[in-house]
């Protein structure tokens, strides 16, 4: 049989590095989060409480909540964390941008989830609102995200997390500016970076050695796309430059209509994606799981994640 071509997930099943890891069982389970994204309508706020219960007894290190395009979904998200302090045991983190308001306005936030008892930030640029060509500075807010980190940092003493891409965001002049870009994030108070979705463990693997030479020592945790759909996967992944290797297209060909089948393939790959990153010493992982718990739950129980003690009650 002819050996799969270097750097692809079949290089790692069936390559000597695999073969050496200990079995499953062996192996701690790896500290988990979980990023929600708010709900715009009745039954996607449903859909939304439906997903924080399920995943909500594998005590995850924290929860995100995400903004929409534009800060579109701004006041749903501080709703959406507001209830997560006051009715689950989880601890919440609050995406919060630069688009759309000024300083003093993205003060008044930061300060009201201070109080709320919130003390984790994901601190980003944002996206532009949809239709625009581009992204352009509020002329009264923060322009970037190192400066929102700052302004956090003037504020409380948040934990703030950082976006970072092992294969460049797409609006950076090159992979360097795009580093640089991150180490300022760094210097300005980040105390971690997530990173955006991948599925090549060497791009990540790469990316980490860049960052230790450019001395960026906070954890890089990474972010895992477990990939329900395919077909949309790629789209995406057009966008925000992210690639999607070969071999996962060969994986999820013919399934288009066998959901069941899918579901079993998406969480062999993103449980093997885990736990060949783990064989590399990386211990903590980032789940984006687009409100769809099922599939983030049978990947978190592969994994070694059990639950600590029943889902608090509605």
Known sequence: ?????KGTLQRWLTGPRFASLPAPS???????????????????????WACIRRLEPLGPRFVSVTYGAGGSTRERTHATVARIVAETSLTPAAHLTCVGATREEVDEVARAYWAAGVRHIVALRGDPPAGASGYTPHPGGYAYAADLVAGLRRIAPFEISVAAYPETHPAAPSPQADLDNLKRKIDAGATRAITQYFFDTDTYLR????CLAAGITVPI????LPVSNFAQVVKFSAMCGASVPAWMAALFEGLEEDAETRRMVAAVVAAEQVRLLQANGVDEFHFYTLNRPDLTYAIAHILGARPRKPATAA
């Open 1 to 5: 049989m002819n050996a799969p071509p």
């Open 221 to 224: 945790v990474p972010g895992i």
């Open 207 to 210: 990316f980490l050695d860049r």
């Open 26 to 48: 062996a192996v701690p389970a790896p500290a988990l989060s979980f990023e929600f994204f708010p709900p715009r309508t009745e039954a996607m706020e449903q859909s939304l």
